[in-house]
């Protein structure tokens, strides 16, 4: 059986803080944080769900970061799933006009994605 790299784990914390940074605020304080970003025109109910998300998807990271290789295959998807949309969602944003602050947040998902991919590709060989 293939063993969880050490490595991978730490991230799946690493992930669980990054999320619990942004989801926490953005669920309780949408306007301050996407003002932070330059965003001014600030849809509440949009951006907490973001900010819920966000800490659903960091919450599991940290209530798994101990278990076997199905269960980090089955996350893995889901955070590469989650990541590929989020790039999507943020370019046609990007596209249509929103602050350039936005490639930060665009960056973030990129980088989570590489992390992840590379991950599924090590487990899946």
Known sequence: MKKIPTSLRVWFVIHF???M??????????????GFFGIDN????TARLVGAALIGIGGVSL?????GIETYQALLSLKLIWASAAIVAIILSLLQGAPEN?????????IFWGVWAYYKWQLSK
């Open 17 to 19: 803080v990054a999320d």
């Open 21 to 34: 940074i942004f989801g926490i605020p953005l669920l309780l304080y949408p306007v301050w944080v996407l």
């Open 42 to 45: 600030v849809e509440m109910l």
């Open 63 to 67: 209530l798994v970061h101990k278990k």
């Open 102 to 110: 936005v490639c930060w947040i665009l960056r973030i998902f990129i």
